[in-house]
């Protein structure tokens, strides 16, 4: 089991991330402290209370979800910017446009059975080219996942190989035994399920999923987070739900980016202004200059 203690100082994220690339998965062991921990159990615990159990035998008859947990949580930037997250997302998903993907409360209730394993990148229905990875997750645990309590399961190297692989061998699997606070962070190609509860208790947990920002996410973010609730936001949040502009106009709200809708004066009509590549504005100069030349001409 690839387990790392955040509490016991500096990481050295560049081995981390090979290590999450080798193995498709790791723990980080005490990633928030006692208080974000015991804060976010408790902005957490009414709406575990009112959620319903879920439909399905993938999500599971005995098992609760909800999301929009940026607006549930009164510290999200904890968990969603915490910043040994960032950095291994970042190197996993090899550029810097990333956004998040989704966030999803999780309580598996006593008597629940394991979950199918599957692969999270298959939500996008379309061929994966390997080695590219296309998103990486985060499952916090709020209470200490036991191999008996539901820990969620993953299979070393699972992401090596073939990925249409969906039905591994029962005794590859390992359970992400961890206590409450730390992190799982494995990547999208890697297969995973959700563990049986043998115990007397729920176990819960929360998932932050992060993708490339040229896919669609799985939680529509602008009806997650309309601009209503993305004002209380700090920008790097804001941002990593899709208040930003992308690649010359991608993303754009009346021609500008949509970081604009966060302001409180906003006019009915916005000033279109150029976004693009170094490359493209120099590629339009240089027509113009031709231009230029021919009618001097």
């Given at each position: 089991m690839t387990i790392?203690?955040?509490?016991?100082?500096?990481?050295?994220?560049?081995?981390?991330?090979?290590?999450?690339?080798?193995?498709?998965?790791?723990?980080?062991?005490?990633?928030v402290g006692g208080w974000a921990l015991e804060r976010a159990r408790d902005?957490?615990?009414?709406?575990?209370?009112?959620?319903?159990?879920c439909d399905g035998l993938f999500y599971g008859h005995t098992t609760k979800r909800f999301g929009r947990l940026l607006s549930r949580l009164r510290d999200p930037d904890v968990f969603a910017l915490h910043p040994v997250i960032m950095a291994l997302v970042q190197s996993a998903l090899g550029d810097a446009s990333v956004q998040?993907?989704?966030?999803?409360?999780?309580?598996?209730?006593p008597g629940a059975p394991v979950q199918t394993p599957h692969?999270?990148?298959?939500?996008?229905?379309?061929?994966?080219?390997?080695?590219?990875?296309?998103?990486?997750?985060?499952?916090?645990?709020?209470?200490?996942?036991?191999?008996d309590n539901?820990?969620?399961?993953?299979?070393?190297?699972?992401?090596?190989?073939?990925?249409?692989?969906?039905?591994?061998?029962?005794?590859?699997a390992r359970s992400a035994v961890a206590p409450a606070g730390s992190a799982i962070v494995f990547l999208g190609q890697t297969l995973h399920s959700g563990g049986a509860n043998r115990s007397a208790k729920p176990r819960r947990g929360m998932i932050f999923s992060y993708c490339h920002d040229w896919l669609l996410p799985d939680e529509n973010p602008w009806l997650a987070y309309p601009p209503s609730v993305a004002r209380t936001f700090s920008p790097a949040l804001a941002d990593l739900v899709g208040y930003r502009q992308r690649f010359a106009g991608l993303n754009n709200f009346e021609g500008r980016s949509p970081a604009e809708l966060l302001r409180g004066d906003l006019p009915e009509f916005f000033r279109f202004a150029d976004d693009m590549s170094p490359e493209q504005q120099a590629l339009i100069e240089q027509y113009h200059a031709s231009l230029d030349g021919l009618a001097a001409a």
């Open positions: 790392h203690d955040v509490s016991t100082g500096a990481l050295d994220v560049l081995a981390l991330s090979e290590r999450l690339r080798d193995e498709g998965y790791l723990i980080l062991e005490n990633a902005d957490l615990a009414p709406c575990f209370a009112q959620a319903p159990f998040l993907n989704l966030t999803q409360a999780i309580e598996i209730h692969r999270d990148h298959d939500m996008w229905r379309c061929a994966k080219t390997p080695p590219v990875t296309y998103m990486v997750n985060v499952m916090w645990a709020l209470d200490g996942f036991t191999a539901g820990a969620t399961r993953v299979w070393p190297r699972s992401n090596h190989g073939d990925w249409n692989e969906m039905l591994p061998r029962e005794v590859d």
